[in-house]
Structures are given as C-alpha cells and as structure tokens.
Antibody, heavy 125, light 107 residues
C-alpha cells in the first residue's frame, strides 16, 4: 500500500540545521508531488513547500524561502527537507504529504490523502 | 495568500447530535476546499475534497456544502470516533492555507 515513512524525532540547538526524510513506497515515485506541512505545538497546519519528484522542481512558502531546501533521491524514492538556521519557533511536527488529484466543474486540483507519521523537531539551547 | 477562517473554534456535542462547522475563504476558491480530521498525535486524515465530495471510506454521516466563499462540514449523527480537530484547506492556489481548526468534543 501507499506509505510515507518519515525519519525520527530530532533535537537541535538554535542556529543548527536539520534534514528530515520522507521515504515513499507503494506507488510510482515520479507521478506525485510531495508536500511538507508543519504543525506548531498545539496549533494549526501550515504549508511549507512542494517538490516534483520527476524533475526536482520546487516551490516554497515565502516565509521559508531561503531557509529550507527540499530535494529528492529517485534511487530510493525519498524526499528530504533541510531547514537551516533553526530557531526555537521552528519547534514543530513536520509532515510530508502526497496529494491526490481530482477535477470538478472543469477545474482540477488536489488534496492531501496520504501523510507521513510526522517528525517532531525540538529546537532548544 | 488566501486566508481561511473557521467557526466555532470548538464545539461540544452529544453522541447522535448534528454538528456543523463553518469555514470561510477570503476570496473565491472555486469550491476547491478540503476538510481534514486530526486526532491527537496523528496526521490529518482527508475527509472531503472539492467542498462536498466524500473521500472513499468516510462514513456517510459526514457531508460538505458550499455557498460562495462559505463552506460547511456537517456530521449528522455524531459518534465517539468523530472526536478530534477539523481543518479546512483551500486548494485553489499556492501557498495552500488551512483554517485554524475546530475541536469537536463530547458533552
């Protein structure tokens, strides 16, 4: 079955970097974008970035631009997100998610139907 | 960015009650709206897409509707397993944005 399995919890100091992985399986890796969504403690959901695994093209939310990089390894069907210059307010659960496409009324879009289990990142001195 | 608001922030209801959650977009999103359910410590689960289309496997007591930039999620016969936080999300443009969530609790 379709699965997204993320790397384990991380604890980092302010100013450090972290790389979170999202290993996919059960489907054609090249055929679906992978997105990253973060959830601050006890808070809502925030979209961060997406990558097109087939060509590697990326798109980032403006507030993360320049501080995160999303890459992929097609040989292992894994997507990575690196966050640099960590701050205490980066403490959050980070999810990868795969969208499921649909069309309605002549317009096509998607929704996140498969999610990783989440990776808790704690940033503290 | 498109702003999404939800009301109420929390609702307390009894088993068998009808629960209604409202979501509003700051601009026209062409009914490209999804609803997610999240339980503690778990990833969100897609419940409805395109404002009113039930995802496969989601119980029929869940329904969604749209009127302009206002969207509604209804649980017609609340069950204990329906407890959690519900988020709306617009899928019209990037960045994708979510509502702040509505917590559904048992009275």
């Amino acid at each position: 079955q379709v699965q997204l399995v993320q790397s384990g919890a991380e604890m980092k100091k302010p100013g450090a970097s972290v790389r979170v992985s999202c290993k996919t399986s059960g489907y054609d890796f090249d055929s679906y974008y992978i997105h990253w969504v973060r959830q601050d403690p006890g808070q809502g959901l925030e979209w961060m970035a997406k990558i097109d695994p087939s060509g590697g093209g990326t798109d980032y939310a403006q507030r993360f631009q320049g501080r995160i990089t999303v890459t992929r390894d097609t040989s292992t069907s894994t997507v990575y997100m690196e966050v640099r210059n960590l701050r205490s307010d980066d403490t959050a659960v980070y999810y990868c998610a795969r969208p499921w496409g649909y069309c309605t009324g002549g317009v096509c879009s998607d929704a996140f139907d498969v999610w990783g289990q989440g990776t808790l990142l704690t940033v503290s001195s | 960015d498109i702003q999404m608001t939800q009301s109420p922030s929390s609702v307390s209801a009894s088993v068998g009650d009808r629960v209604t959650i409202t979501c509003r977009a700051s601009q026209d999103i062409r009914n490209l709206l999804a609803w997610y359910q999240q339980k503690p410590g778990k990833a969100p689960k897609l419940m409805i897409h395109a404002a009113s289309r039930l995802q496969s496997g989601v119980p029929l007591r869940f329904s969604g509707s749209a009127s302009g930039t206002d969207f509604t999620l209804t649980i017609s016969d609340l069950q204990p397993e329906d407890l959690g936080i519900y988020y709306c999300q617009q899928a019209d443009s990037f960045p994708r944005t979510f509502g702040p969530g509505t917590k559904v609790e048992l009275k």
